[in-house]
C-alpha cells in the first residue's frame, strides 16, 4: 500500500534576526528564522540576488533555526547595501520567500590622537588630558583602555577631549 499526500499549503519565513536596515561590519552577521508549513524539504539564502547560496536539508515544521551568514560569501560584498534573502522548499516544490535589507561597514575608522603628543609622555599626579579625532561615517563605540588592563572606558561621540 502506497500512501500519497497532496501539499495545498505554502511554507512560510518569518525572519526574526538580523533586524531590517542593521548595520553589520566584517563579520558575518547570524540569523535566526522561523520557517512554517507541511512537509518543508529544504531552505536557503540569497545575497544580493548572486548566486552564492547555501542550501540546507530540513524535516522539520514549525521550527527555529540559526545559524551563520557563511563567512565567505560576506567576504565577497564590500561596503554596501546587502539585500539578504531566506527560500523554503516544501517537498511538494513550492517555494516561499522573506528578505530583508542588511547595510554592511567594512571600513575601518581612522583614530587620530592628537593629545597627549609623543613628545609629552610623561606626567606627573595630575592625570593627562586627551584629544582624539575619530573619523568614520558610523561611530557606534569608542573606548580606551590602559596597558594591560581588561577594563574599557568608554566615551560619548562629542567626548573626544578631556582628562583621563
Known sequence: MITLYKELSHPSIIIHSPIEGSLHGIQAPRYEIELNGKILESFWYVINNSHLTLQSPYYSVNDYVQGQISQAHWNRFGNESIDLTFIVKNKAGTCSNATIR???DNILPIITILQPSK??????EQA?????EVEDWNVHET??????????YYLTSNEYSGII
Open 102 to 104: 542588511l547595510q554592511k
Open 119 to 124: 613628545d609629552n609622555l610623561i606626567f606627573g
Open 143 to 152: 573606548w580606551y583602555m590602559f596597558n594591560g588592563s581588561l577594563n574599557r
Open 128 to 132: 593627562p588630558s586627551y584629544k582624539i
